[in-house]
């Protein structure tokens, strides 16, 4: 079956400027996590949806990060005003609700230039 | 709160050779315990989990052991394949004994490279 899917696989953007990526995840998995990979890091975790409700969002760095899930399945990602120091790769995950096993998707490289 | 701390790298090993790459572990609760590992141009995959203490997880040949008394998940194996070559990521998850978030704290991450 098909994996979680993430688009774009790669976005370059200018400092200032608005992105959204895009995650789908497993179909029937009702747990989507956001995680971001810095160069020579472990991914760190930005934000969980369980179905649509985002439950924690803890990990989020400021207010330029949002995200949605408005239909519980598909999430996207929106970073405003983008910085320099956002360039990472952004991964998405999803699982069953109350297992553990996270899947992963390739991730979308974000360049801010 | 929650942390993980992973021996750094990069490891480089002969073809054959015994591989161990330590991981330890902070938690306030009683995590689940993962290695994930993350292949040239790939995204992250589980290698192998333990939920409790003094369980094994194993998969590939790889093997690591949840070792409460030592807050340990070391990853061995014990004889590596230039296949193996990758970055490894020690991982863990608050999920469990009533908590459902679920969110992962991982390690910096251990490249490893074998040689023939």
């Known amino acids: 079956g098909a994996g979680v899917s993430q688009t774009p696989s790669n976005k370059v953007t200018e400092k200032g400027k608005y992105v959204e990526l895009r995650c789908d995840p497993i179909s029937g998995h009702t747990a989507l996590y956001w995680y971001r990979q810095s160069l020579g890091q472990g991914p760190e975790f930005l934000i969980y949806?369980?179905?649509?409700?985002?439950?924690?969002d803890s990990g989020l760095p400021n207010d330029r990060f949002f995200a949605v899930r408005p239909e519980g399945s598909v999430s996207t990602l929106k970073i405003q005003r983008t910085e320099r120091g956002d360039s990472a790769v952004y991964l998405c995950?999803?699982?069953?609700?109350?297992?553990?096993?996270?899947?992963f998707g390739p991730g979308t490289r974000l360049t801010v230039l | 709160g929650d942390s993980v701390t992973q021996m750094e790298g990069p490891v480089t090993l002969s073809e054959e050779a015994f591989l161990t790459i330590n991981c330890t572990y902070t938690?306030?609760?009683?995590?689940?315990l993962f290695w994930y590992v993350q292949y040239p141009g790939e995204g992250l995959q589980l290698l192998l989990k333990?939920?409790?203490?003094?369980d094994k997880g194993s998969n590939k040949g790889f093997e690591a052991t949840y070792r409460k008394e030592t807050t340990s998940f070391h990853l061995e194996k014990g004889s590596v394949q230039v296949s193996d070559s990758a970055v490894y990521f020690c991982?863990?998850?608050?999920?469990?004994?009533?908590?459902?978030?679920?969110?992962?704290?991982f390690g910096r991450g251990t490249q490893l490279t074998v040689w023939p």
């Open positions: 991982a863990l998850s608050d999920i469990g004994r009533g908590s459902t978030l679920g969110r992962l704290y």
């Open positions: 333990a939920t409790k203490a003094d």
């Open positions: 938690a306030t609760g009683y995590p689940s």
């Open positions: 995950a999803s699982s069953f609700s109350g297992r553990n096993e996270q899947f």
């Open positions: 949806f369980q179905g649509t409700g985002a439950a924690d």
